[in-house]
């Protein structure tokens, strides 16, 4: 007798949890994801930074899924869903479920305003923080050959637009980066020229934190340096920069850390999705009509006591879980149970040795809360090496004031390269010719 | 007064050494590479079969240089020389030089066939190492979903065009890879079909070693598993595979560790260059009738006690030190000195724990070469993190049999795509859809 099929679409914080849930159960159990990559999301912003190597946060999932004898990992990309047939369409072929969890998660939303896609690079992949890498460090680098100091001021001007989490990490980290480490090994600018600038269109950093904690992110993150304004939404993103109202900051490296968009697959299940495209589930995480049919992870819109069940990695990881089990208790005929997220707390880290954390009533801010986002987030990552490689990444850095992956690679980004359209993607580096007397060193 | 301009072209082993030997020295040097980091070549394979990062190989250059107060680091790319003017021609602008080392090195070259390069993809910057990383990596993936045995069996063969140093490095970890880390994740298909084929042209692998380390490395490499052809001639590559005279291997994966081709800029100083593109310099590193360029590296084509100077990093960090010191003598009036080559001997190594040494008269395989290899290129690597950091990847990767860096990232490969051209940059990973019934485990 062939064992029921329980295909899981996405190999997140939520179809891992999911998967590994069924250690054991009495299923065949296949994983896709487009990417043959667990990632840590948490740390992108770190590889974005120059802080840490891509390999330091992502594994292979079927590394990670090695030992557990029911799992087939597929490096596929699943194009919809047929519930009707009970089918997964693939690029090149099908696959029929039992069961289906969809853990696809989601991306970055510019709010219809695609067109600031190629000025504003968002982050949710380790392409995406390799990009922005290459650009944060190429603007450095036109910096010091660009001999007009308008220009300089544009190249050392860094915007992040949105202040959740992401935006408050990338702001601190841009500002250290400019201010401790790369601007040591530059010769034409001053490093105080350094501007950045953290732009939120909410009242305040951080919204579903206590106001206590955004007002501290803030202190915080002006006290390194960072200029924060809150309230104003952007209205324009171009090659010279952000605008917002009448106001205008002229800058060559902009970053978004804004907007959300559900995975698209979300949208072929036939269930009703919100604004954002996530799949508005029934309690116990099946949709509607379909109770062969769970969805975990940030795709799901669900309310639990009456608030919003949050995008983050430790709802994630509960709700992938939650879906597995159901998915055991319909195999021996129980009912489904409803989910119930427990908010373990929040974090978000501000620059070098601070943070804000909040636990329930609970909150703190500060070094110790610095140095307990470390250690919650040392202890999550996978494997035992990659903790290691990233600790001492992370000691490295911290006590020698120096970034070990600043490297541009792949394809070029060129700061002051044509004005009006984005860059072509196979150009070299483009840099204005320094001439011959502006050498200052000697 | 202004004191005298010296431009070194090439951030590699020579023009760091060059920059680094006139330390001190009363002139203002600007020092332009195209890329950002200095690149430790020799470990660069280890990056394409995913044991090490980019970052542990690769450093910033300006960095490097950093206490170096005579310095400027300039990311441009050189277009062309004018040695009558004493100008490098940058993409845009120029820089005028009293004295020019040029140091741009080689890369890969087809041989004339430069439709290879789609099929067959060299081993010169981390873009290539990611490049053959993403496609070893994805053949397994495609294995794993692949239901026709013998596209299997295309899939899992790996050819190695090319018997030097980097070939025998290649064949070696692609096969450990296989066997002993990549192999234990897949379900489908059995480990021991692996095929790793190394091709070389001349009668033996490794022509510059002794002929009795030849026999060795080969003989070391059909252990591990590695079929060798010697002796006969690449006469086709394409999506099916190698073919030599009437024989044909059918592989989805070729890798290209051949020809050697100077870097272009060579041409452009006037002076004679061999087939390769290497310039023909004087004894003293100069160009003939241009006593001001200095010509340093792989780019150089010089007779030294009746044998070229070889392309290796030693040679290059030697060149690179005496053409420094000869800029020194003719800014003090003193007549230039003739470059001496010392050769240091040559190291290769064969899979996890064997290589081949020579030294002078000395020469020894196995083991104990292995350690040799491994604490001179420990030894060289620059950075004390980036030691610290090899290290630790290597340790975990020998006693965990793991390779921490097995990330497929950037621009997909579809071993399986379109058998006619090319891949389209843009694809995803196409990968056949597994039939629902194909799962083997449960």
């Known amino acids: 007798m062939t064992q029921p099929h329980v295909v899981i679409l996405g190999g997140g914080f939520a179809g891992l949890a999911a998967a590994r849930e069924l250690r054991g159960a009495p299923v065949r159990i296949t994983l896709v994801d487009r990417r043959n990559h667990h990632l840590f999301q948490p740390l992108l912003y770190q590889v974005a930074t120059a802080a840490l190597n891509p390999s330091d946060i992502a594994y292979p999932i079927r590394s990670v899924l090695r030992r557990q004898e029911n799992v087939r ?3 596929a990309k699943a194009q919809s869903i047929d519930v009707e047939r009970k089918a997964v369409v693939l690029a090149d072929g099908e696959l029929a479920y ?6 696809t998660g989601a991306t970055h939303s510019y709010f219809g305003r695609d067109d600031w896609a190629a000025w504003a690079p968002g982050l949710k992949s380790i392409e995406d923080a390799l990009e922005i890498r290459n650009r944060v460090l190429s603007a450095y680098e036109a910096a010091e050959a660009e001999p007009d100091p308008a220009r300089v001021r544009e ?3 860094f915007v992040v637009v949105g202040g959740g989490p992401t935006g408050v990490e990338l702001a601190g980290a841009l500002i250290e980066i400019g201010r401790q480490t790369v601007a040591r090994d530059f010769r034409s600018f001053d490093p ?3 501007r950045v600038v953290l732009i939120e269109g909410s009242p305040r950093l951080l919204p579903p934190f206590d106001p206590k904690l955004s007002a501290e992110a803030e202190r ?3 006290k390194l340096g960072v200029e924060v304004i809150t309230g104003v939404h952007v209205t324009r993103i171009d090659s010279d920069g952000v605008g917002y109202g009448a106001e205008e900051i002229r800058a060559r490296t902009v970053l978004w850390a804004a907007g959300v968009a559900a995975s698209p697959l979300g949208r072929t299940l036939g269930a009703t999705t919100d604004r954002a495209g996530r799949v508005q589930v029934l309690p116990d995480l099946t949709v509607p009509g379909h109770p062969e049919v769970l969805v975990a992870g940030d795709l799901i819109s669900l309310q639990f006591d009456g608030r919003p069940v949050p995008g983050v990695a430790p709802a994630a990881v509960q709700a992938g879980r939650h879906a597995a089990k159901n998915v055991r208790r319909a195999l021996s005929g129980e009912r489904l149970q409803a989910f119930r997220y427990r908010d373990k707390g929040s974090l978000a880290t501000v620059g070098r040795a601070a943070a804000v954390a909040q636990f329930g009533r609970f909150r703190i801010a500060g070094l ?3 140095w307990l986002w470390w250690v919650v987030h040392i202890f999550y990552l996978i494997g035992y090496r990659n903790r290691l490689a990233v600790m001492i990444g992370w000691a490295w850095q911290y006590f020698a004031f120096s970034r070990g992956a600043r490297l541009i690679t792949g394809r070029a980004w060129s700061p002051t390269a044509s004005r009006d359209v984005p860059s072509d993607p196979g150009a070299d580096p ?3 010719g ?3 007397g502006t050498a200052d060193a000697g």
Request: proline share 7%.
């Open 73 to 75: 990992t597929l490096l």
């Open 98 to 103: 039992d069961f289906l969890i969809v853990a």
């Open 155 to 157: 190249l050392l001007t």
């Open 192 to 194: 105080r020229s350094l």
């Open 220 to 222: 915080e993150l002006q």
């Open 368 to 370: 110790v809360a610095w």
């Open 430 to 432: 483009a840099v204005s």
């Open 434 to 436: 320094a001439p011959p």
